[in-house]
C-alpha cells in the first residue's frame, strides 16, 4: 500500500498514525446511541412521546419521535472521549448540536413558534463563527451562519421517512471521516465516525419498518453539525469548500429545489408539507425501503465522487460538480414528470 493515493486507502498512506481513538470513539458512539434508542422505544419510558400522522405525513400509525434523543447521546458519548485532546471548533460544534438538540427535543414535546427555533440555530451558528474564525473574514462568516442555519433547517425538512435522515448522517459523515484521516486530522475523523457510528445505532431502529422517528431534537443538530465540520475541515485545510456540499448534495438539492418551489407559488415555507422528492417517491410506490435503498446509492455515489475529485485539478473538479448539476436536473426532470402521470392517474374521474 506505500503507493496508494491517500484518498482510497488512509491508513496504507503512512500521513498519520491511528490512534485508538479513532476505533473507541464509533464503537462507544455506536453503543450508546443503540441503548438510548432502544430506551426511547420503550412506551414505559418518559421519551416516549408519539409522532401522530396527519395528511401531511407518510406513516399511519403513532411512532415515537424521539430517536434524536439516542443520536445525539452517542454524540455526546463520541464528544466525552475525544475532549481530553480535541480541538476547541470540534468541541463547539458537539456542544452547539446539543444545544440545539434540547431546543427541538422541547419543540418535539411542546412545538415551539418558528421564530424562537430560529433565533436559537442563529445564536448557536453565531458562536461556533466566533469560535472558528475563517479566515477569509467576517462577510464570509455572515454566509456562513446563514448556511449553517440552511444545513440545519434542510435536514429537518428532509427527515421524514424511514431510514432516510439516517443514512444521510452515516453515509455524509463517514465520507467527512474518511477525508479527514486521509488528511491527516484524526481529531476530525474520530469526531465525524462517532457521529456517522451514533446514526447507524438509531438506524437499526429507524430502517423500515421504523419504531421510531428521528425529530428535531435529532434532525436538526445533525444538520448544524454537517455544516460546521464541514467549515471546520476547510479551515484546517482538509478539503475545499465544495467538498461537504457535494457529499451532503442529495439533502442540500432536494429541500433547496422544493423550498424554492414552494415560495414561488406563494406558500408557507415552514409549514410541513409531501413535495419533496423523496416523498413523491414514497407515495408513487418506491415505499420508504426503496427509496431509502435508491437514496443511499446516490449518497454513495456522492461522497464517493467527492472523495475521488480531491487529488483533481481545479479544472476536473469543475467538470465534476458540472457533471452532478446535471445528475440532480435529470433525476428531477425525470420525477417530476412521473409525478405528474400519478397525479393524473390518481385524479378523480368525471
Not at 431502529?205 to 445533525?222: K, Q, T, W
Given at each position: 500500500w506505500a503507493g496508494a493515493p491517500a484518498w482510497i486507502w488512509p491508513m496504507a498512506c503512512g500521513r498519520r498514525s491511528m490512534g485508538p481513538e479513532l476505533l473507541l470513539v464509533p464503537a462507544v458512539a455506536f453503543a450508546v446511541a443503540w441503548a438510548v434508542t432502544w430506551l426511547c422505544c420503550r412506551p414505559g419510558s418518559w421519551l416516549h412521546f408519539l409522532d401522530q400522522p396527519n395528511e401531511r405525513s407518510l406513516h399511519v400509525k403513532p411512532t415515537p419521535r424521539t430517536g434524536g434523543v439516542g443520536v445525539m447521546a452517542g454524540v455526546l458519548a463520541a464528544g466525552l472521549v475525544l475532549a481530553p485532546g480535541a480541538a476547541p471548533t470540534l468541541l463547539a460544534a458537539v456542544g452547539g448540536g446539543l444545544a440545539l438538540a434540547a431546543v427541538g427535543l422541547v419543540d418535539d414535546r411542546r412545538s415551539l413558534s418558528a421564530r424562537w427555533r430560529l433565533v436559537a440555530q442563529l445564536l448557536v451558528a453565531a458562536v461556533f463563527l466566533a469560535l472558528l474564525r475563517p479566515a477569509a473574514g467576517w462577510a464570509f462568516g455572515l454566509l456562513c451562519v446563514v448556511g449553517l442555519v440552511w444545513m440545519?433547517?434542510?435536514?429537518?425538512?428532509?427527515?421524514?421517512?424511514?431510514?432516510?435522515?439516517?443514512?444521510?448522517?452515516?453515509?455524509?459523515?463517514?465520507t467527512l471521516a474518511w477525508a479527514a484521516l486521509a488528511a491527516g486530522q484524526p481529531g476530525l475523523a474520530a469526531l465525524g465516525a462517532g457521529i456517522a457510528a451514533a446514526?447507524?445505532?438509531?438506524?437499526?431502529?429507524?430502517?423500515?419498518?421504523?419504531?421510531?422517528?428521528?425529530?428535531?431534537?435529532?434532525?436538526?443538530?445533525?444538520?448544524?453539525?454537517?455544516?460546521?465540520?464541514?467549515?471546520?475541515?476547510?479551515?484546517?485545510?482538509?478539503?475545499?469548500l465544495w467538498f461537504p456540499l457535494l457529499v451532503f448534495s442529495p439533502f442540500i438539492a432536494d429541500a433547496t429545489?422544493?423550498?424554492?418551489?414552494?415560495?414561488?407559488?406563494?406558500?408557507?415555507?415552514?409549514?410541513?408539507?409531501?413535495?419533496?422528492?423523496?416523498?413523491?417517491?414514497?407515495?408513487?410506490?418506491?415505499?420508504?425501503?426503496?427509496?431509502?435503498?435508491?437514496?443511499?446509492?446516490?449518497?454513495?455515489?456522492?461522497?464517493?465522487?467527492?472523495?475521488?475529485?480531491?487529488?483533481?485539478?481545479?479544472?476536473?473538479?469543475?467538470?465534476?460538480?458540472?457533471?452532478?448539476?446535471?445528475?440532480?436536473?435529470?433525476?428531477?426532470?425525470?420525477?417530476?414528470?412521473?409525478?405528474?402521470?400519478?397525479?393524473?392517474?390518481?385524479?378523480?374521474?368525471?
Open positions: 440545519a433547517n434542510l435536514y429537518n425538512f428532509m427527515d421524514g421517512s424511514d431510514g432516510l435522515a439516517g443514512g444521510m448522517a452515516l453515509f455524509g459523515f463517514g446514526a447507524l445505532g438509531f438506524l437499526c431502529f429507524n430502517f423500515h419498518p421504523a419504531r421510531i422517528f428521528m425529530g428535531d431534537s435529532g434532525s436538526v443538530p445533525l444538520g448544524f453539525m454537517a455544516g460546521a465540520l464541514g467549515l471546520a475541515g476547510h479551515e484546517a485545510g482538509s478539503w475545499p429545489v422544493t423550498l424554492l418551489r414552494r415560495a414561488l407559488r406563494g406558500e408557507k415555507i415552514w409549514q410541513a408539507h409531501r413535495t419533496h422528492y423523496y416523498q413523491r417517491l414514497v407515495r408513487m410506490g418506491f415505499g420508504h425501503r426503496g427509496t431509502a435503498l435508491a437514496a443511499y446509492a446516490l449518497m454513495a455515489a456522492a461522497g464517493g465522487s467527492a472523495v475521488a475529485g480531491l487529488p483533481l485539478g481545479f479544472s476536473l473538479q469543475c467538470v465534476m460538480i458540472t457533471m452532478w448539476i446535471f445528475v440532480y436536473m435529470i433525476l428531477g426532470w425525470l420525477i417530476d414528470r412521473a409525478w405528474r402521470r400519478f397525479e393524473a392517474a390518481e385524479a378523480p374521474r368525471p
